[in-house]
């Protein structure tokens, strides 16, 4: 998949009084495909996956792909710390024509690389769509090697990787080692810029929840634009500093949805437990933040 690339929004889940809030989805789907970015993964960290019902999970699909056009692409994130269960998420993603799947490194049992590679394996073996590996070791406890990550690259349904350590050395060895096929993703919005202008593949995103117009922009200077216009898109990212910052002031995604119901875009910023809403002072740090960027009015 030669054009799998671009920016692709880690899309949240909204919930009204325990339950997926669908008119909300609806309005940020549409802002969404609006913007010009290239998709949006569905049930990744960002959408709170491990709270979610396998019901819940096929009517999302089902729901966001009745409201987008098919050239907008919906990856579906697949993990799970069993690798059978990852396979028969897979599965059930690719029946309801996901366009790829994303599997996080299996958190909490922490195997080996071996293990890592076996666990992959397997569940490409048994795919009928594209696989983005996910390395994410703040959130899950294990990483990837990049060792590990060039004798998966080999694998044709192993298309990608969302690397989200920030680490731009690391991204660079394995856009060195994985070659220009293979599909490097960042996921980290502090360092994505960087990492598009060294060669990577695109963003999966969560400020651009927020801002999608402006990210699909940027994104273009980096890939397509002169020097001048590469250093500008550097230049204008900066004053998202503070906003990157709050985003993460407490665990992703109970920022972004406050930042959300404050755009008026989801009707609640409420979350699953054991996730809970944002703490009153880091909302109104928040709430200032949008309004300095112009964000709101």
Known sequence: ????????????????????????????????????????????????????????????????????????RLIVGTSSF??????????????????????????????????????????????????????????????????????LSRNPSIIGIKEATGNLEFAKEIIKRCGPDFKVFSGDDASWLQLVGMGGHGVISVISNLIPIKIAILYRYMT????????????????????LSLLTIETNPIPVKMALRLMGFIESAELRSPLVSLGEEHADLLEQELRSLGILH
Not at 98 to 125: C, F, S, W
């Open 1 to 72: 998949m030669s054009d799998f690339k671009g920016v692709y929004t880690a899309l949240v889940t909204p919930f009204q009084n325990g339950e997926v809030d669908f008119e909300s989805l609806r309005r940020i789907v549409k802002f969404q495909e609006s913007a010009g970015i290239s998709g949006c993964v569905l049930m990744g960290t960002t959408g709170e996956t491990p709270t979610l019902t396998d019901g819940e999970r096929q009517e999302i699909f089902s729901f966001v792909r009745s409201e987008t056009g098919e050239a907008f």
């Open 82 to 151: 069993c690798t059978r269960k990852a396979i028969e998420l897979t599965s059930s993603a690719a029946k309801w024509g996901a366009d790829a799947a994303m599997v996080v490194t299996p958190y909490y049992n922490k195997p080996p690389q071996r293990g890592l590679i076996h666990h992959y394996l397997e569940i490409a073996k048994n795919s009928s769509i594209p696989i983005l590996l996910y390395n994410c070791p703040s959130r899950t406890g294990v990483s990837l090697d990049v060792e590990s990550i060039e004798v």
């Open 224 to 243: 397509s634009g002169d020097a001048d216009e590469k250093r500008q898109a550097l230049k204008e990212f900066e004053r998202y500093r503070e906003l």
